[in-house]
């Protein structure tokens, strides 16, 4: 069963700013929400990693409101190089381990 | 560059053969992970290990098997293969186990004829 819920895909043109939300009901108390990106045929790359309420990088930020149950990456003026798929991923830690699940993730297509 | 190394980058075999697919972690990380990536599966989490324990365990095949060894590298061995299991198969690496972000790998591509 997933844990997270986003958007199959999304279009945007150059220079737009796009938000991807995820959805993450069950999220527990000492979960962190971290989001990948992901080139075809590449592995995924660490975009960036919250708790709660707002997180920058030089790439995105990362808005999470109080109750924590949805997370939003917002990414500044995209270029045609930011279509790939992101990934948000919430640590499952059944048992006292943790795994690392990625869901289907969101397919971003940038046109110029 | 992740700094995880896989190899080897591509690999053609046999129904019914066994493989080994091979991950160097970067310098200093304990854990390492085993990703599945196929076209209508998505990425789907195989294994952890820690320290050369195994750490946490996912949707891996009872005919897929992995190590860690004593210098932290590790090895998914993959037998019996079958047409299905063709695939990318991802190495990441993280310092330790609590959450932290992972680096990949550029994968081996694995296709079974």
């Known amino acids: 069963l997933a844990k997270t819920t986003q958007p199959i895909s999304m279009d945007s043109y150059e220079g737009q700013e796009v938000n991807i939300t995820c959805s993450h009901n069950?999220?527990?108390?000492?979960?962190?929400i971290t989001w990948y990106q992901q080139f075809p045929s590449q592995g995924p790359r660490f975009i960036i990693q919250?708790?709660?309420t707002k997180v920058t990088n030089e790439v995105a930020s990362l808005f999470i409101p109080a109750d924590r149950k949805s997370s939003t990456l917002s990414l500044p003026r995209v270029s045609l190089s930011d279509t790939a798929v992101y990934y948000c991923?919430?640590?499952?830690?059944?048992?006292?381990?943790?795994?690392?699940?990625f869901g289907t993730g969101t397919r971003l297509k940038v046109l110029a | 560059d992740s700094g995880v190394t896989q190899t080897p980058k591509h690999l053609i075999t046999a129904t019914g053969q066994r493989v080994t697919l091979r991950c160097s972690p970067r310098?200093?990380?304990?854990?390492v992970y085993w990703y599945q990536q196929s076209l209508d599966q998505g990425l789907q989490f195989l294994i952890q290990y820690y320290n050369g324990e195994e750490r946490a365990k996912g949707n891996i095949l009872e005919r897929f098997s992995a190590q860690q060894f004593p210098d932290l590298h590790s090895e998914l061995n993959l037998s019996s293969l079958e047409l299905g299991d063709s695939a990318l198969y991802f190495c990441a690496s993280s310092p330790g186990t609590d959450q932290e972000k992972l680096f990949f790998g550029s994968g081996t591509q694995l296709s079974v004829l």
């Open positions: 069950n999220i527990a108390t000492n979960d962190y």
């Open positions: 919250g708790y709660k």
């Open positions: 310098s200093g990380d304990l854990s």
């Open positions: 991923l919430v640590g499952d830690p059944p048992s006292g381990t943790y795994k690392y699940i």
